[in-house]
């Protein structure tokens, strides 16, 4: 190709250019409105533009149209864009598209892309158990923000959740088995309460302590009061933390006697769990040796 070749292409280019007309965003929502799906897909290739912040202009036009705009959604998450593919699932989990799961389900598994954590963020807003195996599957995932999301999913997940999280207890890493606990904890359900009674032997006896007092179940009174008296001052701790939900006479006695504890944190745990327990006010010993109330978490 000659000079003059290659630059009447180049200034045929930027002529063509030149030419393009303008976007009338405006426009393109109307027909999509009106069941245009050409310009939803036009709307959903947008996402990846962030120039003039269009993206997020067409983010949340698409949000106000609805599960109509799924089908053009659904066949962009495998997009080149990362920014695409990142509105695109967060889009779907808004509007809580059940058709989308086994999509984001595998770029949740998919260890190559970038940013995972929004894909395990979807599948609890969308709430389907279909998501169940691959955000079980996250809680072992080298990235730990897509093993925090994966967990929180997990919780909205709720009761359907359980049976599964109950084989991870018995079955799973070390790093599964810490989200898992936690999660059965916020959860609450009390098929939980023997498999997290057995984590009180194993490395995650602090998470399972505070578990077993979200569950709110006196029958793990016995071994919280026992980890009062553990060597660990976090153990303690969390086992005074836990007593409060789960209350009773024994524990009154046994956290009277943590009131003195050498460390100021499980003195003052202490402290607010005997006032929810007895619905008296009581107070513990500062680091300055001044008798006060416990710090109100609930305001």
Known sequence: MTRYTLLFVIMFILNACEQQEPL???????????GDQQATEQLVTLLGHTENNLNMQAYKILLDLGKKAAPALIKEIDSDSSERREHVIAALGTLQVRAAVPEISAVLANTKSGRRYIAAWALGEIADPAGIPALIAALDDPDHQVRRYATRSLIKLNRAAVPPLLDVLSAGSVRAVAGA????GDIGDQRALDALLQQLSGEHRSEAILALGKLKDRRAAAAMISALDDPDWRIRMNAAMALGPLGGPAAVESLRKTLEDEVRV???W???SLEMITGEHVLYRNNAGDYVPPYNIYH
């Not at 606990?181 to 059965?184: D, H």
Request: aromatic share 0%.
């Open 266 to 268: 499980v003195r003052e």
């Open 270 to 272: 202490s402290a607010r």
């Open 181 to 184: 606990i936690r999660a059965l």
């Open 24 to 34: 009338d965003l405006a426009a393109l929502e109307g027909r999509a409105r009106s």
